[in-house]
């Protein structure tokens, strides 16, 4: 046990919960506001691999978090448009984009880099920092050196958003247009502008967490490296009900599991046949089933914006 | 006019996704219309380019008819992909403990040696089954506690990809082998490919008989949904549930059934893949067949006739991104992964949300009944 849960295992939380944590709140935007975001996986890969490719040709992490920021935040205006002006069913537009980003970035960097798929190595010096490098006086405690300045970031959207949803006219209109269009609309909201500015949020967001992908977990872009993370946004989004906080605790929880099976690889055995390591499969397989249970109302109801999914059809 | 207004927009679609997709080779410097004549090109050549495409093809029918089903009862199967590998183990699992083992199989004993013609029927239905239950599970989630089946096929999805890859690594696969693979399933389970039976098309290319089950399975899909009742009510469902159940129709009970045969549809990719390829369950082979099975039951409007067309659209394409990788400059075979999600995103909007009225001055429009 002393040897699964050490310091590693929480810094090792952070670092993979904070791409999630990221996803899920800027899906929580688009949610809230009436539209489906199952394209948060696109919308990852849209950002890492912008990052990368920025970053490897301005040679600063800054200019390429912001390309990763405009193109997420580009590519979930395609969602926006789709659903909201052509009326398109939400979740097939986002299987679309999904699709598309496995693609895409694969066929850029193969026409810039000559690769198969994945960018060049981007230097150290050039990737996001640690906490650390802001902090030039603080001693060389592992919370500064091991946490990147994106993670603090995470923390400090998801705080915001809290505000944002909860304390402010903007957040109250964004979850009216999200429960009760007719009636939004009726006190003068205007819904699709809402919903406009709820998806591109989401894509800006997870855009964010595409580029801590590449350019600060690691240091390139490699061929479908969301790996299924949007969907676990996705998850922990319905998990958490909707909630910025507890949507936030839904990411800690999957990102730790996911820390769990790294730590335990080789290490943790079974106890009733000490020889045997523990198959990592079945840690794995916990979130996923967490959810289904959580989904099924066994631990609380986790009850949907009521709008979610449905197109706006202004009476005429 | 009907066939006119069903062909129309997905032609269109795939048009325009091919513009889109010229524009990006262009800015890459590289020349679409090479590109195209390479992708669209490589794939009637007889026999190697028109049996591949035809192979590539076969899982592309199973998984655009599974969400097709769904899709008439107004559920979104996008967990087509867990259910294809749940089947695929199945069916190797039986072929390889139930039939007389192969000779490289030297780890994995055998609980009977059954004769092909009992082995091989049991293997597909193996697949069958298997694929129904992981397809029926999110159903009777969805008709018992309301929660929504596309969220739980995802997670089925991750929960069937991290138990399978167990079962090959702890318990099937042979001792020493680098590759995550089972062991090989027994000669009598293999289903044998249609070079046996067509003079002049050589046996080296797998394409099999899962394919001619699959031209049956668009037949038996198209008698279900649309000669019998259970297939009127699944398709009452999806179109009205609130009317359906008024008409006394049981809607959890369509729900379920529309999953279960999605699934057991998707499972038969299994038999294609295990039995009439790789004659072991390989990890991770799919690609993608469960997603893209979305966009071809899109393209194919939900209609086993349009599916058949889409999925050989889409296997010529995949076909050709092997050309293209190899003869282009720059363009890669990931071209056909984007212009499949353009399609995608292109045959979901709504065409009377892009055209407007002028659909209906043309007669293309179902003018809205009242």
Known sequence: ?316 | MKLVRELLFPLIAVLAAFVIGGIVVWIIHDSPWETYKLLIGSAFSWPDGIGYTLFDATPLIFTGLAVAVAFRCGLLNIGAEGQLYVAAFAAAWVGIKFGAPDPDNTAIAQFVHLPAFLLLPLCCLAAIVAGAVWGGIPGLLKAKFGSHEVINTIMLNFIAIALLGYFTQYRYKIPGDAILQTAPISPHASLPTLGRFIPGFPERIPLNLAFVLAVIACVLVYIFLWKTKWGYELRATGANPSAAEYGGVSIRKQIVLAMAISGGLAGMVGINEVLGYRHRYYDGFSANYGFVGIAVALLGRNHPLGVFLAAILFAILLRGGIFVDAFTLHVSKDIVDMLQGIVIILVALRPEAIFGSSLKKFGLMKRAKI
């Not at chain 1, 975001?37 to 990852?44: D, R, S, T």
């Not at chain 1, 986002?94 to 026409?111: D, E, H, K, M, R």
């Not at chain 1, 964004?174 to 998806?199: F, H, I, K, S, W």
Request: positive net charge; charged residues 10%; aromatic residues 10%.
């Open chain 1, 1 to 316: 046990m002393r040897q699964i849960f050490t310091l590693s295992l929480l810094f090792s939380t952070i670092r993979l919960s904070t791409p999630l944590v990221l996803a899920a709140v800027g899906g929580l935007y688009s949610e809230r506001s009436g539209v489906i975001n199952i394209a948060l996986e696109g919308l990852l890969l849209a950002g890492a691999f912008t990052a990368a490719a920025v970053t490897f040709y301005a040679h600063s992490p800054w200019v390429g978090l912001t390309a990763a920021i405009l193109a997420g935040a580009a590519v979930a205006a395609i969602h926006a448009i789709a659903c909201i002006r052509f009326k398109a069913d939400q979740v097939v537009t986002g299987t679309g984009i999904n699709i598309l980003f496995i693609g895409l970035p694969a066929v850029l960097s193969g026409a810039l880099f000559l690769s198969s798929g994945s960018t060049p190595q981007i230097p150290k010096d050039n990737l996001l920092p640690a906490l650390s490098r802001f902090l030039p006086f603080m001693p060389a405690w592992r919370i500064f050196t091991d946490v990147s300045i994106i993670s603090l970031l995470a923390l400090v959207v998801v705080l915001l958003t809290r505000y944002v949803l909860y304390r402010t006219p903007f957040g109250l209109r964004l979850r009216a247009v999200g429960e009760n269009p007719e009636a939004a609309d009726a006190a003068g909201v205007g819904v699709n502008v809402m919903r406009y500015t709820g998806v591109i949020l989401s894509g800006a967001l997870a855009g964010i967490g595409g580029a801590y992908l590449s350019i600060g977990q690691s240091s390139l872009f490699t061929r479908n490296m969301a790996a299924g993370r949007g969907f676990i946004a996705l998850a922990a989004l319905i998990f958490g009900k909707w909630r910025p906080v507890q949507t936030m605790l839904a990411c800690l929880l999957f990102g730790f599991a996911d820390a769990l099976t790294i730590q335990m690889q080789g290490v943790a055995k079974l106890p009733w046949n000490p020889s045997e390591d523990i198959p990592v499969q079945f840690i794995q397989m916990i979130p996923y089933l967490v959810t289904i249970v959580v989904l099924a109302g066994f631990i609380g109801q986790s009850r949907a914006p009521k709008a979610l999914g449905i197109p706006y059809q202004k009476e005429r």
